[in-house]
Each structure stands twice: as C-alpha cells, then as structure tokens.
C-alpha cells in the first residue's frame, strides 16, 4: 500500500481533522514521502531515536507512534530534532502521528483499551477537551476494591518502573470509573463531579493529592507508558487485516 | 505586625512582581482583610482543606503557601474552590501565596535549598522562564555517583510515596547538576544542552525519558512535595527573625 | 429544593449557556455548595455588601442577582472581594448571578420588562452581541410624545437619584422604541439605523448626545438600576411557583 | 503655521507618543493634509457635525478636539463617520485629536484644570493606565464640606444638564481628593485604596455605588462634559502664544 | 436606484458575508450615504486618485472596484487616505469595494472570468481560505502547450507594464489548470498537491521558484491588474441589466 | 572550525537576537548538529533542493542561505520539507539562514550592499519594523536620471528573468534614495514621507502603482533575487578571512 494512501485511510479511522484544534501534535503523516510503499508497520508508543532504530532492524518501512516529534512545529532540525529525524531520512522510514484521536477514540483509543481490560460495560466518552474526549467511562459489573483494582493494573500492565501509584480517598466499593491515559489529572475533577468512584490515569501531579482527597475520589497512577500501550496495538491488528505486516516496538519508560 | 504590612516585606523580599507576568499564580495576599493582625503564621506547601485545617488548630492568622487557591482567577466559589476559602474565611485565616518567587529565589527559594542539602558550590540561576530564573545550579565538590545521589536524595527528603526514580542516562561521575524542583521536566534541555551531568526535579513526565537519553544526561524525579519544603521553611526563619511565631504544617502527599 | 437543582432549573429558564462566550459576569451558581437546601431566597440588583446583609437579614438561604461578584475571575479575596465574600460564607448563603441572560430573556429579561410597562406590541429581540440579544424593541399602540414617555418613566421607574434624562432629538410622535437596559449606549446606533424613533437605555455616556443628535432620535437615560429591577422580580414570581418564599431586596443606587 | 508643524509642535508637548498603545483614539492630525496653512484654531471638546459647523462658521483652519472621530480605525466612512468628515473635506478644515494625553498633561490637562479649580496643592498624577497616568491628586489646603465641594463644583461646571451627583459614603472633612475627568469610575478603588477622601469623575456608572459605599469614599459625578473643557482651553492659550487666533466652541452635552 | 438598495444587492449576489472574517478589506458599501441616488456607475480595478478623477469626468455616481480604499481600517484622513476621500466626498460620488467575494465568485469573479477566458470545463472551486475560496479550476478540452498558453495569456490579457512570465518546471502537454488572480502564489502548493499542471496568479514571489521547480508545476505570472478586470466587468453587465448606466475606467498598473 | 562555534560568530555578528520577534525565518542554525566540522561553505540566497545539491557537489558542510526552510516551523516532513531537508541529513550538510538580519546589518546587508553599488552617501537605516530596521537610504553624489538609474540596476544585477521595472512617478533628478531589498513594497510610504525621490525594492506589488504615482517618488522593482545576492557575498569574505573556504551557488529565479 502506498504510504499516502494508509495515512488517509488511518486519517479517516481515527477521525484526525476532528482533534485538530485542540491537539499540538501534528498527527497523521508526519515524515516522509507519501508515494512511498509501505509493506511492514513498526507501532509504538514514542517516536524517538531508541524506537527508530529498532524499527529500522525490524525493516519496517512505516512507524506509528501515540507520540510523534512534530509538537507545535519543528522550529530547527538540530539536537533531539535532528537526531530523530536523520535516522528516518537515512532509512527511509516514514512516520505516521496519532495523539489525542488515539487517546480518545472509543473502539481503538488508550482509555477503551484500558476499560477493556476492567470489564467496563456501559461506556460512555468522558474527559471533554472542546468539541471531544479524551478519555472514557464504565461501569465495573462487580466492584472492585481498592487493593483489587490496584493489582489488577499492576498485574496486567507493563510499566518498566514504578508500580501503580494509589490515592486512596475514595469509597470501599469501586463501581464507576473514569479513564483518561497519560497526562490526565486535569480531568480528575470532571471524574469527581459526574460521581464517579475512582479516577485511573498515567502520571500523577501534586496537585491531584488534595483535589482527590477534597472530592472523597480515589486516584490511580498507572503510568503514562504503560496505560498507553492499548491504542497502538489496536491499530496493529487493523493494519495487519488490511494486509500488512506489524511489529510492536516495546520501551517502557517507567514514567 | 499588620498583615498588609507582612505581605509587602514578603513582596519585596522575594521580588514577587518581577515574576508577575509569567506565572498563573496570584502571588502575595491571596485571601484576608489587609489590616488582620498576625501574630502567628503557618507555612505549608499546599493551600487546601487538611492543611487549612491544621492551621486554624494550630491557631495561626496567616498561612503561606508555596501553592496558594489562585491560579488565573477563581471563576466561581464553590466545589473546591468553597471548601478552601471557607475556613479560611470563618476561622479568621489570611492566605499567602509564593510560587514561583520561592522556586527562583537564590538563597530562600526551594532548588536553592536543595542545592545546600548537596553541598554545590559555583551556584547560579538556572532554568529560564521570560525574564526570571525558576531553579538553579552547582558543581559537586566531590563528584557523586549516582547510587550516592540517589541515596542522598532519598535519605534525606520526606515523600510520604513512592522513593527517588532515576533515569540513568548519564556520565558516571555527576559533578554539574541543575536543579527545577516541582514540575521541572521542561527544563530537562537546557540543563543537558548547558553541559549539565544530572538534572533534579520533582515529578517525572514521559517525555522526560527518551529526552534524558538521546542528550545523555541522568533525569532524578525525588517528588514534587519532597523537592519543595526548602522555600516555606526558609521563610520561617526570616519570619521567627522578624519576631513571628511559626508552625510548619506537613502534609506530604507522596507525589 | 437543594441549591444545585434549582441553579440548573435557572440556567436552563435563563438560556445561561448562551452568553457565555459574551459575558464578563460568571453566570450561574457564584458561591456556594451545591448540596445546600434552600427555602428563601433573596433577589436583588446588586450583590453587594449592604444588599448580602439585607438577605441576611430576611433569612434567605440563597440571594439571586443581576450583577454578582465574579466578572472575569476573582484574582484575590481581600478588599471588596473579601467584604462581599465573607458575610455569604459566615452566614451560610449561596450566591446566584444571571446578568446578561437576565437582560436579553424576551419574557422574563429586563427589557421585556421595560417594553411591558411601555405597552409596546410586536415585540422582538434587539441589541446583537455576537450569536445573542440583550435587548428587546417594539411598538406603542399610541404614539407616545416626549413629554408623555418622560413622564411615564419618571413615574413608574423607581430610581433613587436623578431623574430621567432626554436628549430630544427624535420625531413628534414616538412609536417604534428600543431598549437596552443598563449601560446600552452601544446600540444606540443600532436602533437608530434600525428605524427606531427613541433608544430608552439606563445610563448615559458623552458620545450619546451626538449620535442622537446626528441620527434624528431620542434617548432616554432612565437610570441603570432603575431599568434592572424587572428581571430579579419577574424571577420572583417563578421562585413562589416552584414553592420558594421570596424577598426583593430594594436599594436603589441613583445611577 | 503648517498644519504639519503645529500638530508636530502639539504632539511633543502632550507627549502623545506616550499613550499610543493604551488609548483607542488615534491621537494627533487626524484628518486633513499637513501642508494647509493653519491661521486659526477652533478648540472643542467633541469633534461632531454640529462643532464643525461652528468652526466653519468661526473661519477656522485647523479643528482641536478631546474626543476626535477615529477610535480603532473608521472601518467605513458612511453613517455618521460620513457625515463627521464631510464638512471637514468640503469647508476645508482639518482636525487635530488629543484624548488621554489631555486628561493626563499634568499642567495643561482636564484633570490639572480641575484641581486647579478646587485650589489643591501637592499634586501628583494619579489614575494608572499602563506606563502613564489619565488624572492627578491633591490636598486641600482648607477641608471642603460635601455641600461646599458640591455647590462649587455645580457652580463653576458648565454642565448643559444634570447638575452634580454625590455618593456621600466618605468622612465629614475632604482633605484628599483623586481626580479622573470624563469616564473615570474604573479608577474609584484605586482612589479609595490610596487613601482619598474623595473621587471626583464626569460619568456615573452603577457599581460605583457600592464601591464607594463599602470602601468609604465620597463619588462626585461632576459630568463628563463639564469635566473636560479645561484641556482644549489650555491648549487655547498655548496656540494664542504661538500666534495663532483661536475660538472655543461650547456645546455641553449634559452627560 | 438609492446607493443603499444597491449595495445590499450587490452584497446578497456575491455572498459578501461569507468572506467578512477572511479579508482585511471592509467590502460593501466603503464610502457615501446610503440614500444617494445613482444612475451611472463607474466601475475600475483599483480606487484611487486618478481612477476616482476619471470616474468624476464620467459624471459616475458611485465607483464600484476590486480594491477600495479601508483595509483593516482607516486610521487619519490623511496623506493618501485623504487624497482618495477628498475627490469622492467634494464631487458626491459613492464608493463600494468587492475584493475577495469578486476573487473568489464561482461565475462572475476573476479567476471564472480568466477560466471563462482559457475555455476551461468541469470548473470547481479552488484556493481555500478559510471557509471559502478565492479561485477556480478546470481541465482545458485540448491541452495548451508552454507556448500556446503563453501567447494566450499575453495577447487578451491587457498589461501596461511587463509580459506573461513563466516558470517552466511542468509538463508539455497543461491539461489541468488552477487559477487565483492577483497575489495567490500562497495557493502554489496546493495547486501542485491536487495535481495540476500549471497555477497562473498575477505577481510573482521569490518562493515560488523553488516550489514550482520541486513540485514539477508551471506557475504563469500574467500581471495582478491584468488578471482582475474580469470581476469588474462581469459585474458591469449585471448593472446594465439593472438599469445603470455604466463606465469601466481602465489604469493598467503593468503590475 | 565547528559548526555550533560558527553558528555563534555568525549570530553576534549578525545580531540575529535582535531580529527574533520580527521574523518569522529561524534566523540562526537551522539544520544540523553544533559539534560538526566546517571546512568549507557553500552560501546562496534560496536554500531549496537545486541549491543544497549543488553545494553537495562543491563538497560544502555548511549552507548558508538568506531564505532558510523553517518558517515558523515545520509542522510535518513531507512533500518540499522532506525534499529539502532529506539531502542534507544524507549528503551530512548543515544549514545556517540569515534572512532579516541580513537584510538590515548596515554593513554586510542586502541593501547596504546596494547602496554601495549606488556609490550612495551619508547612509542610514531605513525601513523601521518594530525595533530594527531592513533596509538603507542615502544620497547620490551626482543626481541619477531616471535612465540612468535604470540602466545601472539592469546592467549590474543578475535576474535571471524579467529585466528591471519602473514606476516613474518622481522628480527628473534622483538623488535622495531609500532601498528595501527583496520584498519591500511596504516602506515605500515609509521613503515617501521622508522625501525619497526613489525607493527601490525587489518585487512589485499591485498597490505600489498608486501608492507612487500619488505619493510621487519613483518606485524601482530589480528583482527580488537580483537585489537579494550581496548580503551572502559580503559573509562569504568574511567567511574566507576566518580561514574557511567558500562558494557561491548562483541559481536566478527571475522573480
């Protein structure tokens, strides 16, 4: 497939122009010529020299990345810029974005996979970011407890470092959560307000400890990398019923 | 003494309106008549419910925090925002705020302190922010390495959570370290690109990891609470010098 | 009813989402917790420090105000915001601000009002700011002389202060009227160009009186708070609907 | 004199450059070639198509106004702006603006006029407005009554309307009082805060009321016309000076 | 017809509105009250002093060009300005601007007119900006060759200065072909990314030689004047079905 | 020499700091990494994919170029980004731009080194935007006729295209000259009112025609790249003197 024709076709499957606004990130295509032929798909979830180059030893002629390197435009191709890039160049490898559509799409994104794993049913978008979600919400159909719901992330989700970090202010039986991957304490009051009883997000900041305590809501911190896994390996089993090869490349931050 | 009057020497000392324009925080009074008198002040690193409350037990008329209840206004009081201003409000309590004049201040601020727990010498402002400094950074006397530094900073601070999390990308003797404390991670640039060996701050963000290791340069996360105590608690010396009874109230909250 | 039921039976009455884009006034619950029960509420023109006392005063668990406290945020709670803050806190009432949607509701609004007091048929919405209207223009069945239109305003207008100000520059026969309560001198080019034959708005500004003069119309300076009192007291007579007892609390500014 | 030069002449004096970036008005030759020879001046307060007539009338080369026809730009020169710079272009004369460089010129502005009229001494500027001052205060060297600063500002004004208005919320004894002629209420606190007895504007506006009642501070609203016509008639004299003949043309407004 | 009747139709033919937030040029009735009567119309490319001259000799009672004189907004009546709105204000003549709404008009505007003109079929929209466009694209029934296409544009178009200019870096046989009129080398890319053969604009830029030559597309510059009397013109057949008399005031700038 | 160590002296001799708010071209290193070795240099005007292949041929490090490829940043690497930088990162060359900065240095810019040509006298910065200026004026010993003038920029500048317009609108004798190189179009009102008998530019724009004739100065339009190869030229000896060798890639557009 040409490499254009997958980044329209990816485009479309995550409804890119709709996060236009409100994402720095550039996605969709990124690097590259789209006349290109894509045969096999490094997926990933940070596009840096590391991921890159073992996309290169895995021969893959297109890389998708939750995170790209285009933030708001490359204003110089030198330092980090550059060392990202020339590796791209020199292989020939193009780069295909997919942030916040990635994140919040309800099928494919992070916060569905992550409410997969956890058995939610009724879901419903959550975590409004202008005119769409970032993030998602369920309703567990057994409560979880606290220690059951913070093993079954620990348990489940490959981070590299860190354990699953828990602010543990909220009620014995955990029914209703809300999901933002990431960087998503910005929602944790949004998760508080519309009642639900646990709010499961990647990285924590010190300002969520009083704002869970203050709204009796439990906070999880299950890491940036490791909550966001989900997307990108949903997009690999598209990519391979579409007739191509995938690999995922795997580097857990810790983070 | 007056709380206005306070409030314009803690204005002035910490050189709170240069740092005017780039910070969200409204610095300085933040909630209180200016002619309360005060004869006793509580210092804290967060403004909120649990910490207001330990004031008022500890009978204070004047809380400082590093993180005040005014970030670019508050819109509406209430959720949050009428929990905190409440007892405020009905115990007699005025609010201080000083952020990001007590991270730059070069003797009181909070990378200051931590730069003394080390021991560095040849200190000078780090970390740029419009016209302002937000960190600050020294040469070791005697080069660290990291199991030391890592150990140094986890002895040493309170964190109530998680310990110190290192990423290890950097040389093997660490003798030029830069210091944000808080959310530093923006930082992590120009502290590789200025030939830093180790960068310090509070909490860890994603992009930090494949940044710290393309530039090659160790990343220390030691906790956002735990690298800002410094500032509050230098305050409270120059306040017992000014003939001021002080309380610090600790609430670590593990981040 | 519980505060927070009857501030979202209000902003849907008032269409409050609308103007949000348009008005500096943080419209909706102001202070307060949502769970608070109310029984009496207090309606007034201004929140205020002596209007706060007054509901006081009259036991009323929630006061409703045309103008509230929070215009573009509350960057600190001393000096006025304090004095206005503290006796809602201390006392235990809620805060509830509806102004432009007060001023542009074509039923309950003040100029409806105002129109109604007119007996001025064919009503429709006047006064554009951006997607809505603050105001409300129509036809007197009669032709009103200047003198008559005076002199119904100073009548029935309570105002505290000055009189109704004209500047006569308009037709014999006045029919065609628009209104604008409060401070409307912005449109007064509006209702000329539209055909009106007087502009009636509350306070006057200099470049008034050569627009007038220039456009061939009257308008007519009735007094900001004077033409304000419509839409607090139109809310009353719903308030005892849904079952509430109310109180109007009057004070007159003379401007 | 060439219209040029004047304006160049009246530019440096009133140090219009100054305020290019706060006020609205473009300040300076705003309408007519720089090469006319100017022999005389009419001076006014509003530039409107009745003061122009007058100054055709009065044989004026060259029209001085405090409020002037272009404010942000004239986007269409049809309606009013149309019939303003008609009589301009056809009769011949040009039009020369100064609007807050001639309320704050702290010897020939509005509000230096005024406080020259009540006699006070020590006068500072006052009024902040970005990196200038838009009026001035003093002391009284005699204490005024409220009725003695009343009747003498009802008795010197020429207001066309309206006589004085008092917020009578300050103490017994007026000693300090801030001046910001025309539309000043916005500087009301800061009068209050800097310790004023009184403040003395043109306009009133509705939330001056309680403003001036909870801070404690008297409000003259002496009329935005009668407030305003010291500036134009010093820069009278100044012209006089430079040889030129001059004619005021007087046409209060009432507001 | 009144000035004012024609205006709004004019304004309502070329969806006038739709382009109020993409252009700087205030289009619509720019000069003259609305309820001047007009029978003849001058119609020109540019509004200008001598343009304006000769539409006064044509004893025209409005002028009707691409390019008025209020971009952004007028700020003095001065030098240029006032040279332009004197002639139009002392002889009673009406000025009315349509740049990008006659740009971008599927029929009447300058690039159909130009299309019309190269005999182009399945004619579209082209050039986004924003919510509109501002130029057209067609497929030629028998392709032009560099030269044909060449001699074409030189011989009908009237340039008054230089010839045609080519950038040759397409193919031999120009099949496809998008036009913006004027300055549209901004439009370059996209002419290239959606396939055409050649892009003809009026002036040249400096970037377009690289992006033609790397994209592989012919850019035809054929003058900025000389590619936008077509609007104009078609607009003056309109007026003559209307009852006007009309005078097209042709000044080549040979720009 | 290193490339960073390069960069640098450039940057200070070319006070590219001070041109960072005006600019939207990342004056500076563009492309590259700092600790890359600088032999030789190839310098030009575009850097585009013709140019950069020929400084590949000449065996250059390092481009420098007056039109860099990041304008405001580089939102994706694809389509003429990509095409641009791919044959730098593979062919290892970096990129240095200087575009303003190196219109306005009065000693090695564009236009200075146009007014040298001129054998112009008593020179001055010219051509204000915001803080710093782009471009020069001066005095001709003996006046140049319109013919003569004309005759010199043809002969002596490299087109590549059209040969040199004019817009003779100014007196017989051209002694006074103001000179913005490139695209400039916008200070010929700027050499206008400061009595420019001829303003010199680039490329013509349709809005000079006017501007000139009713301005009446001479408007000369010698190529965008013709006046636009000094400032390289000038580097290029002091590239030499610091020990580099240098070339010069000559690639007209015409334009």
Redesign the interface.
């Known amino acids: 497939m040409r490499c254009g024709e997958l980044a329209e076709r990816l485009d479309e499957r995550l409804a890119v122009e709709e996060y236009a606004d409100v994402d720095a990130s550039?996605n969709?295509?990124?690097?590259?010529?789209?006349d290109r032929e894509v045969a096999r798909v490094a997926v990933t979830v940070?596009a840096?020299?590391?991921t890159i180059e073992q996309a290169v030893d895995a021969q893959a002629d297109l890389v998708i990345a939750h995170?790209g390197i285009?933030w708001?435009?490359?204003?110089?191709?030198?330092?980090?810029a550059?060392?990202?890039?020339?590796p791209l160049?020199?292989d020939g490898l193009a780069l295909y974005a997919a942030h916040l559509p990635l994140d919040g799409h309800q099928t494919l994104g992070n916060a569905a996979g992550l409410a997969d794993l956890l058995e939610l049913t009724d879901t419903e978008p959550f975590g409004e970011l202008g005119p769409v979600h970032v993030g998602q919400r369920g309703t567990a159909p057994d409560a979880y407890s606290v220690d059951a719901l913070h093993d079954l992330l620990a348990g489940e989700l490959v981070h590299g470092?860190?354990g699953v970090?828990v602010?543990e202010f909220g009620p014995d039986r955990i029914e209703d959560i809300a999901i933002v991957t990431?960087?998503g304490v910005d929602w944790l009051?949004e998760a508080a307000?519309s009642g639900a009883d646990a709010f499961i997000t990647?990285?924590?900041?010190?300002?969520?400890?009083?704002?869970a305590?203050?709204?009796g809501i439990h906070a999880f911190f299950a890491g940036?990398?490791a909550t966001e896994t989900f997307g990108v390996k949903a997009l690999q089993d598209r990519l391979e019923e579409w007739g191509l090869k995938t690999t995922f490349i795997h580097e857990p931050?810790?983070?």
């Not at 969709?28 to 789209?34: E, F, M, S, T, Y």
């Not at 990647?202 to 704002?211: F, N, R, S, V």
Request: charge should be negative.
């Open positions: 550039a969709g295509l990124q690097v590259g010529p789209a940070d840096a020299v590391s995170h285009s708001g435009g490359i204003d110089r191709v030198t330092g980090t550059y060392r990202r890039l020339a160049i020199e470092g860190e970090q602010l990431g960087s009051e307000e990647g990285e924590g900041k010190q300002k969520a400890y009083h704002l305590k203050e709204h940036h990398y931050t810790g983070l």
